[in-house]
T-cell receptor
Framework: DAKTTQPTSMDCAEGRAANLPCNHS???????VYWYRQIHSQGPQYIIH???NNETNEMASLIITEDRKSSTLILPHATLRDTAVYYC?????????FGAGTILRVKS | NAGVMQNPRHLVRRRGQEARLRCSPM?????VYWYRQLPEEGLKFMVY????????ESGMPKERFSAEFPKEGPSILRIQQVVRGDSAAYFC?????????????FGPGTRLLVL
């Protein structure tokens, strides 16, 4: 599975968009980009995933560059409850390989 | 549609005892994964099972740990003769059809504390 690189932490003002970047320059053609988050010590929560095209659901949008070497998760209107560790994962096989993720702090 | 269920949510064991962690996947899901999160660390894959079969156990410690997913009933992660280093959060995830890129959904986890 391809390795991902994410910033260690980010701050975002409540109500503003949170843009979380992820680099995955070694991604293969059949590997998906997945985003999960973990709030405090709860179970990881699935957010969104994509292969080539940009994706949007009720939680977030995922923008994948044309060369697929990087992506951005967008939380359009961050709330205090979005404070969590966000994991960008490239999945080509059966297991999710979690890195350190990005600690997103949403501040009022 | 209930999500992934895990029980117990908290488990306390003394060194040398056995710990049994149970995971009921989402309805219709026949693929189960176990992950472990040690204190202040990230989640690490342990084992992947599909009904009655272990598909990938590359992340499982070679001794004391075993997993099963019987035809009927929940998946069980069993840790024999627990040691303090086994204290961690154990998360289970399930998916419908990973070959088709189906998502893994996680349960709330079992926090194991070994005294």
């Amino acid at each position: 599975d391809a390795k991902t690189t994410q910033p260690t932490s980010m701050d975002c003002a409540e109500g503003r968009a949170a843009n979380l970047p992820c680099n995955h320059s070694t991604i293969s053609g059949n590997e998906y980009v997945y985003w999960y988050r973990q709030i405090h010590s709860q179970g990881p929560q699935y957010i969104i995933h994509g292969l080539k095209n940009n994706e949007t659901n009720e939680m977030a949008s995922l923008i994948i560059t044309e060369d697929r070497k990087s992506s951005t998760l967008i939380l359009p209107h961050a709330t205090l409850r979005d404070t969590a560790v966000y994991y960008c994962i490239v999945l080509g096989g059966n297991k999710l390989v979690f890195g350190a993720g990005t600690i997103l702090r949403v501040k009022s | 549609n209930a999500g992934v269920m895990q029980n117990p949510r908290h488990l306390v064991r003394r060194r040398g005892q056995e710990a049994r962690l149970r995971c009921s996947p989402m309805k219709g899901h026949s693929h189960v994964y176990w992950y472990r999160q040690l204190p202040e660390e990230g989640l690490k894959f342990m084992v992947y099972l599909q009904k009655e079969n272990i598909i990938d156990e590359s992340g499982m410690p070679k001794e004391r740990f075993s997993a099963e997913f019987p035809k009927e009933g929940p998946s069980i992660l069993r840790i024999q003769q627990v040691v303090r280093g086994d204290s961690a959060a154990y998360f289970c995830a399930s998916s419908l059809n990973p070959a088709a890129g189906e998502t893994q959904y996680f349960g709330p986890g079992t926090r194991l504390l070994v005294l």
